[in-house]
Nanobody, 123 residues
C-alpha cells in the first residue's frame, strides 16, 4: 500500500484546513487508518484513527472537538478536517494504514506510512 497525503499549508490561528490521503491497493477497505503529526524537535504523536468501515473513530484529547476524521472507501481516501487551528497544531502530518479493521492509537501498530504534509498555523 502506498499513501500520498496532501492538503497542508499555512493558515492563521482559528482557521481551518482539510487534509486528504489517497491510497493505492485493492485492500484499502479492510485497513484501519490513522493520522499522526510531528512537530519540530518532538516525537511523532497520534492525532486520530478510523476503523475499516468508518464506523469507529478515535481522537487524541488535544484535537477532540476540533478535528474530524473520515474515509471514502470507494475512492481509497482518508480525510482529516481541522478546525479552530492553534499554533501548537503546527507539524508535519502523516497518514498511516494498518492491516487490521480495528482502529488503534499506537504508532508501532501501523504498517504503512505516507510521506507527510506540512501544516503551519500562524498566531
Amino acid at each position: 500500500v502506498q499513501l500520498q497525503a496532501c492538503g497542508g499549508g499555512l493558515v492563521q490561528a482559528g482557521g481551518s484546513l482539510g487534509l486528504s490521503c489517497a491510497a493505492s491497493g485493492r485492500t484499502f477497505s479492510s485497513y484501519s487508518l490513522g493520522w499522526f503529526r510531528q512537530a519540530p524537535g518532538k516525537q511523532r504523536e497520534f492525532v486520530s484513527s478510523i476503523s475499516a468501515s468508518g464506523g469507529g473513530t478515535y481522537y487524541a484529547d488535544y484535537v477532540k472537538g476540533r478535528f474530524t476524521i473520515s474515509r471514502d472507501n470507494a475512492k481509497n481516501t482518508v480525510f482529516l478536517q481541522m478546525n479552530s487551528l492553534k499554533p501548537e497544531d503546527t507539524a508535519i502530518y502523516y497518514c498511516a494504514a494498518r492491516r487490521s479493521p480495528a482502529w488503534v492509537s499506537h504508532r508501532s501498530a501501523y504498517d504503512y506510512w505516507g510521506q507527510g504534509t506540512l501544516v503551519t498555523v500562524s498566531s
